[in-house]
Antibody, heavy 120, light 105 residues
Framework: EVQLVQSGAEVKKPGESLQISCKGSGYSFDDYWVGWVRQMSGKGLELMGIIRPADSDTRYSPSFQGQVTISADKSISTVYLQWTSLRASDTAMYYC?????????????WGQGTLVTVAS | DIQMTQSPSSLSASAGDRVTITCRAS??????LNWYQQKPGKGPKLLIG???SLQSGIPSRFSGSGSGTDYTLTISGLRPEDFATYYCQQSYNTPYTFGQGTKVE
């Protein structure tokens, strides 16, 4: 079974750093793009960026370029989303999702989501 | 960026109804259009890829069509478990963008 399992919920203060993770299993992890999607409370889906674990080729959405870092460790089939200085506006649910082997593909399956809360 | 405009943003329907949701792209996306269902407290679930390709395990009452800039998701015979929010997404050009969602209630 193809599965993405995300790390647990986080509560942080503004200015703190954070890294959340997404571990893939049941497929050839290196070969498939993985995306990170933000969903703020009661709002829609926003793609933050995608990464191909085989060579860490990463494409950021302009709104998130420079705000977060997406990385991968293919030795442990894990993709990361990292902030160096969190803001209250980063409070959201974050999903990872598997893309295709080719870049133009849908996302399936999705991880269970990681809730990030940033509050003083 | 390619803008995706979904309509309506919400709709009221009853079990058994035929529901149609449309999605318009700001430029041609050549069929690279995907539909997702999201239920409260859950992650999105892929229903249809490449405009009309029904994913494995998805009931046949869901169907997708369209080309160029205009696409449609149809639910033929709405069931109680179909009350959810539906999103379209283009995967033609990065950054892949989503529609704003349609809540079926």
């Amino acid at each position: 079974e193809v599965q993405l399992v995300q790390s647990g919920a986080e509560v942080k203060k503004p200015g703190e750093s954070l890294q959340i993770s997404c571990k893939g299993s049941g497929y050839s992890f290196d070969d498939y793009w993985v995306g990170w999607v933000r969903q703020m409370s009661g709002k829609g889906l926003e793609l933050m960026g995608i990464i191909r674990p085989a060579d860490s080729d990463t494409r950021y959405s302009p709104s998130f370029q420079g705000q977060v870092t997406i990385s991968a460790d293919k030795s442990i089939s894990t993709v990361y989303l990292q902030w160096t200085s969190l803001r209250a506006s980063d409070t959201a649910m974050y999903y990872c999702a598997r893309g295709g082997q080719l870049i133009r593909s849908h996302f399936d399956p999705w991880g269970q989501g990681t809730l990030v809360t940033v509050a003083s | 960026d390619i803008q995706m405009t979904q309509s309506p943003s919400s709709l009221s329907a009853s079990a058994g109804d035929r529901v149609t949701i449309t999605c318009r792209a700001s430029q041609t996306i050549s069929g690279y259009l995907n539909w997702y269902q999201q239920k409260p407290g859950k992650g999105p679930k892929l229903l249809i890829g490449a405009a009309s390709s029904l994913q494995s395990g998805i009931p046949s009452r869901f169907s997708g069509s369209g080309s160029g800039t205009d696409y449609t998701l149809t639910i033929s015979g709405l069931r109680p478990e179909d009350f959810a929010t539906y999103y379209c997404q283009q995967s033609y050009n990065t950054p892949y963008t989503f529609g704003q969602g349609t809540k079926v209630e």
